[in-house]
C-alpha cells in the first residue's frame, strides 16, 4: 500500500511524515547525531573506527540529491498535495490486498456466465404457456414475480464478482495516482528550486543516434526489404524508435537494450520474420498489444524495465522458446499464458512482485527452466508436477510469503536444481524423495522441521534418502491401514456365513422337533401298549 521509496522517493518521503502515516505521537528534540528513521544515516567517518572499513556503501539519501527537500513550507504545500494519495491509501488498507489476476480474470468470466444465464431464464419465463385456469392479469404478475426473484438471485450472485473487480481497479487507480503524484511532487520541488541543467552533451547524442537510426531505415527498406536481417542498437541512448521500424520486414533479430525507451511503437507488428527481440535495460511501461502478431518470435527479453503487466496477447506468440520478464513491476502474468505458449522452454520473472503463478503454468510440458525468486509467491498450484521435463528451479528469496510446497512437488521427476533457500518452509513434501536426478539443493534461510537440519547440512542426498524413505514409511502405513480396512470386512463376512450356517443348522432341529412334536398322531404299538 505504501509507495515504494526506489519507485517513488519524493512521494515516500513526504507521506512518511504525514501525520495521519507517520508517527502519531511527537517526538522529542533529537541531537544532532540521532538516527533517521526515514532516511539511512551518514557514512561514518573512516578515520573513528578502522572496522568501517569493512562496511558496504550506504545508498545516497532523497535530501542530498534535493537539498530544499525537507523546507518546512515546501514540505507542507507537498503534504497538502498528496492528501488524496493519503486518504486513498487509508480505503485500501481497510479493503485488503489486491486479487490476484486469475481471480480478476474469473470473476469476469462468472459475471459473464450470469448474464448468460439470466438471459436465458428470463427469456424462458416470457414465453412460459399461461395455464387455461389461470387468469390473465394473474399470470402476468405472477410471471412478474418469477423475473423479479431471478434478477435478485442474479444481482447478489454478481456482487460478489463485482467486488473483486472493483478492489482490482481500486488498486490500478491508486498505483497510477502514486506515479501522477510522484511526477506532481517532482514539478514542485522544480518550480519552487530554480536548477541550472546543461542539457547540449544529451541533444548532440540523440542528433547522433537519429543519423544513425535514419541510416538503418534506409538500408533495411531499400534493397527488397531483403538485404538487413540484424540490428543492434544497443547502448545508444535511443529516447524514440521511429514507426518506420516496422517495415524492415527482413529483420530477424533486433537488439535495443540499454537504451531510453519508454515505449516501443506498434508498428513493430510488421516485422513478421523477427525471431528475436532485446528491449532490456531501458524505461518501457508496457508493451504493445501488437507484439502478439509476431508469430514467429522465439527469444523474447524485457527484462530491467518498469512494466506493471504484460499484455494477454503476448500468449499469441506460440513461437516463444525464451521469455525473460525479470527486473520488473510486474504483479501477475496472464492467466491463459500455459495453455497458449506450448514451446516455452525458458522463463525468468526473477525480482518483480508476483504472488501466484497462473494455474496454467502447469501446461507448459516443454518448460525446463523457470526462475522466480526474489518474488511474493504464496505458493505453487496444485498441479505443478505436471511439469516434468522441468530441469531448473529457483524459488528462493520469497521471504515469508513461501510456506508449503504441493504433494505433487515429487513429480517433478527431471529436476536437477532447485533453490529454496531464504523461505519459510516448515517441511518438505514426503514426496521430495522421488526427485531421483537432483543433483544441487539449496534449503538455507528456512525454519526446516522436515528434514532435520542435520540431514540438511550432510548434502542433497541425505535428504533425498531421509525423504524417500520417509515417503516409503508413510506408504507401509497407508498399505497397513487398507488391509485393515480390508480384513475387517472379511472377518465380518465369515462371522456372516457362520451365523448363517448355525441358523440353518438350528432350523434343521428346530423343524425335526418340531415336525416330530406336532406331527399328526400315528397308530399306536400294540406292543408298546402292552408294556404300559
Excluded at 474469473?106 to 438471459?119: G, I, K, M, Q, Y
Excluded at 518498469?306 to 501477475?332: G, M, T, W
Excluded at 496472464?334 to 508476483?354: A, D, F, M, V
Excluded at 425335526?512 to 406331527?519: E, I, K, N, P, T
Aim: overall charge negative; some cysteine; proline content about 8%.
Amino acid at each position: 500500500m505504501d509507495p515504494n521509496p526506489k519507485t517513488h522517493p519524493v512521494l515516500s518521503y513526504v507521506m512518511a511524515r504525514l501525520p495521519s502515516i507517520g508517527p502519531r505521537f511527537t517526538p522529542p528534540p533529537a541531537p544532532s547525531d540521532a538516527f533517521d528513521i526515514e532516511q539511512p544515516p551518514p557514512p561514518p567517518d573512516l578515520s573513528s573506527s578502522s572496522s568501517s572499513s569493512s562496511s558496504p556503501p550506504l545508498p545516497p539519501r532523497i535530501t542530498d540529491q534535493m537539498p530544499h527537500l525537507a523546507h518546512p513550507k515546501l514540505l507542507a504545500s507537498m503534504a497538502s498535495a498528496v492528501a488524496d494519495v493519503a486518504q486513498t491509501r487509508s480505503v485500501l488498507k481497510t479493503l485488503g490486498d489486491r486479487p490476484d489476476h486469475e481471480a480478476v480474470d474469473n470473476a469476469r468470466a462468472r459475471l459473464a456466465e450470469v448474464e448468460s444465464a439470466l438471459s436465458k431464464r428470463l427469456e424462458a419465463i416470457v414465453l412460459s404457456p399461461r395455464p387455461p385456469d389461470v387468469d390473465r392479469l394473474e399470470w402476468r404478475a405472477h410471471l412478474a414475480e418469477k423475473e423479479r426473484e431471478c434478477r435478485e438471485a442474479a444481482e447478489r450472485e454478481r456482487s460478489a464478482h463485482r467486488a473483486v473487480i472493483s478492489l482490482d481497479e481500486m488498486h490500478e487507480a491508486y498505483a497510477r495516482m502514486l506515479r501522477e503524484a510522484e511526477d506532481r511532487l517532482v514539478k514542485m520541488y522544480d518550480s519552487a528550486v530554480v536548477v541550472q541543467n546543461d542539457g547540449e552533451c544529451d541533444l548532440n547524442v540523440a542528433e547522433e543516434v537519429n543519423e544513425e537510426v535514419v541510416g538503418i531505415l534506409q538500408e533495411g527498406t531499400g534493397n527488397g526489404n531483403g538485404g538487413l536481417d540484424r540490428v543492434d542498437l544497443s547502448g545508444r541512448r535511443l529516447r524514440i524508435l521511429p514507426e518506420a521500424f516496422g517495415q524492415i520486414v527482413g529483420l530477424v533479430v533486433l537488439n535495443l537494450s540499454n537504451n531510453q525507451l519508454e515505449t516501443i511503437p506498434d508498428s513493430i507488428a510488421g516485422l513478421a520474420n523477427l525471431e528475436e527481440l532485446n528491449v532490456s535495460s531501458n524505461l518501457l511501461d508496457f508493451l504493445p498489444h501488437s507484439i502478439g502478431l509476431l508469430q514467429k518470435l522465439k527469444i523474447l527479453n524485457v527484462s530491467s524495465n518498469k512494466l506493471a503487466s504484460l499484455p494477454d496477447s503476448i500468449c499469441h506468440c506460440r513461437s516463444l522458446v525464451e521469455l525473460d520478464v525479470s527486473f520488473n513491476n510486474l504483479s501477475y502474468l496472464p492467466t491463459n499464458i500455459g495453455y497458449e505458449l506450448p514451446n516455452l522452454q525458458r522463463i525468468c520473472i526473477q525480482y518483480n512482485k508476483i504472488r501466484s503463478l497462473p494455474t496454467s503454468v502447469c501446461e507448459m510440458y516443454s518448460l525446463r527452466h523457470l526462475d522466480a525468486h526474489f518474488n511474493e509467491l504464496r505458493g505453487l498450484p496444485a498441479a505443478i508436477g505436471k511439469l516434468t521435463n522441468l530441469e531448473f528451479l529457483n524459488l528462493s528469496s520469497n521471504f515469508s510469503d513461501l510456506t508449503e510446497l504441493p504433494d505433487t512437488f515429487g513429480d517433478l521427476i527431471n529436476l536437477k536444481e532447485l533453490d529454496l533457500s531464504n523461505n519459510q518452509i516448515n517441511a518438505l513434501p514426503d514426496t521430495f524423495g522421488r526427485l531421483d536426478n537432483l543433483a544441487k539443493l539449496n534449503l538455507d534461510e528456512n525454519p526446516l522441521v522436515i528434514p532435520p537440519v542435520e540431514i540438511v547440512k550432510e548434502g542433497v542426498e541425505a535428504v533425498k534418502v531421509f525423504m524417500a524413505k520417509r515417503w516409503f514409511d508413510t506408504l507401509v502405513e497407508e498399505e497397513r491401514r487398507s488391509m485393515l480396512e480390508v480384513k475387517e470386512p472379511a472377518q465380518t463376512g465369515w462371522l456372516t456365513r457362520s451365523t448363517s450356517w448355525l441358523k440353518d443348522v438350528v432350523s434343521d432341529v428346530s423343524g425335526s422337533v418340531s415336525g416330530y412334536l406336532g406331527s399328526p398322531r400315528t397308530p399306536r404299538d400294540p406292543y408298546l401298549d402292552q408294556q404300559l
